[in-house]
């Protein structure tokens, strides 16, 4: 850290190392197909639902290793402040002011948790339940093949749990 920063008071960003993971959680969730062929509806909507979709799977993985060890946990709280700043700026982008980015935020932060506690039981489940929790959980279009989303959605899980703390770190998510 040089003499200016300290003086400064600017300090390094302790998300750096989630940066890339972050980038391609929203890569994942902007890829095509959940559009195309999944009915994710192509929405403000429809992909903030695509991006909570991914990252709750992820912050999935990243909750499992909190019972054998405490390598993804601090990962886990900077990579949700990532959520939180992108979140925050496409509020005022859309016009948000000040004094409603707050409360929006609360309602965000809510639905993120409220999907990551609703995939982590219908993941444990059939794919009916995961459906019915799709369905409730992602803005889809009339006509969205569900079933795909569902197969796709515990294949994505599958890949991200299989997925080393080192590969999730480095973003190395195949697809």
Do not use: C
């Amino acid at each position: 850290m040089s003499l200016i920063s300290r003086l400064l008071g600017k300090r390094a960003d302790t998300r750096d190392a989630v940066r890339p993971l972050w980038h391609r959680v929203v890569e994942i969730a902007r890829e095509k197909r959940w559009y195309a062929t999944g009915g994710v509806a192509d929405t403000v909507p429809g992909r903030f639902d695509a991006v909570t979709l991914v990252m709750a799977l992820v912050m999935l993985r990243m909750e499992r290793d909190k019972a054998s060890d405490d390598t993804l946990i601090e990962p886990s709280v900077r990579l949700t402040e990532l959520f939180v700043d992108d979140m925050d700026g496409q509020l005022r982008q859309s016009g948000v002011g000040d004094l409603g980015v707050g409360k929006r935020m609360g309602r965000l932060m809510s639905v993120l948790g409220g999907r990551i506690g609703a995939l982590r039981e219908a993941l444990a489940k059939d794919d009916g339940e995961l459906v019915a929790v799709l369905e409730r959980n992602v803005t889809l279009t009339a006509g969205a093949d569900k079933a795909w989303l569902a197969a796709e959605v515990r294949a994505l899980h599958a890949q991200i749990d299989a997925t080393s703390a080192e590969d999730l770190m480095a973003a190395r998510i195949a697809r």
